[in-house]
């Protein structure tokens, strides 16, 4: 059979990949390469049918992929049985990866591995959970150096963090490449979940200015140096509060309002408060995979009837799969 490539924008690729794997047609025995500087070439072995796909192609110079982890365990010793208890995936954030290893055997062994296969990495972590109000990860170093601070870079914008102290969903990398695409130069948006600047740089990098509001301390001393780092400061307006207790006080009449977080939905109503006529909120929510946008496109044309507004759903995209039966999704509304 011809080795086939699936064309796909660069934000799209993570969900084309995502989706080719689910429904069996990934070839991981190819790399994904750039086609130019628009698109890249997911391998494929068979027909691939969503909108993310602008074509489904002959790859005329298939290249291999490079030696994985399954490779190197076994190089190591590992038995099948061990290889099937290893991590299936993980993410490189900068300098440092991270994985779930519950119930991997030889832990700091695979740990090692995976610093051989990213070679500019020089920290393991496993990723234990988030908790908290300020949803705080815990982590625990598997392998190498054990710094757990790091500048990932991610479509241009680099993020600092500890990931001892911040979350970070590499997931979430296409939204957030979306959002600089979706924002004008000439907005006032609102980011009313923060954090390290996720979606707050993107738009500001897009030339809007934001008011970009965080109360967990640890996220906000990293959004204002990420602000300054991307060369965004000016453009940035980092608040250390309750989300609530600003749009209480401040007279905002933002042209956009960010909701990126999966308990926003109750912030809706605050929000539009602060949501000029005419302007968009983007709801981001984890819903039943069978109906994923109905609750909180609902949620958004409830919240604006309570204000004697009205909203008409512009947009909607699942950004992920969160679990088996939750998707990760965002619902954006032009608000009258």
Known sequence: MTDRVAVCRKPDAERVIELARERGVYDDGRRVRERDAETVAVPVTDALDTASVRE??????????????????????????????????????????????????????????????????????????????????????????????????????????????????????????????????????LDLFAGIGYFALPAARAGADVLAVERNPAAFRYLVENARRNGVADRVRPVLADCRDVLARRDVAADRILLGHYDAESYVGAGLAGLAPGG?????????????????????????????????????????????????????????
């Open 56 to 189: 489904v192609v002959a790859d005329p110079d298939p290249v291999p992929r490079r030696r994985g982890l399954d490779d190197l365990l076994r190089a190591r010793g590992f038995s099948a049985a061990e290889i099937e208890r290893a991590p299936s995936s993980w993410a490189v954030l900068g300098d440092v990866v991270l994985a779930d290893f519950d119930g991997c055997p030889r832990p700091a062994a695979v740990g090692d591995a995976l610093l051989e296969l990213h070679g500019g990495a020089h920290t393991v972590l496993d990723r234990r959970g988030i908790a908290g109000e300020h949803r705080e990860p815990e982590v625990a170093v598997v392998a190498g150096r054990g710094e757990t601070e790091t500048v990932h870079v991610e479509h241009g914008t680099e993020y600092a963090l500890d990931l001892r102290e911040v979350m970070f969903s590499p997931g979430n990398a296409a939204e957030r490449a979306r959002t600089r695409s979706a924002v004008g130069p000439a907005e006032t948006v």
């Open 280 to 336: 968009v909120v983007h709801l981001h929510a984890t819903t039943p995979t069978d109906d994923p946008f109905a609750r909180p496109a609902a949620r958004i044309r409830s919240a604006a009837a309570e204000r004697g507004r009205s909203a008409s759903v512009t947009e909607r995209r699942v950004v992920k799969s969160y679990s088996p039966g939750v998707d990760h999704v965002v619902v954006c509304a032009r608000v009258a």
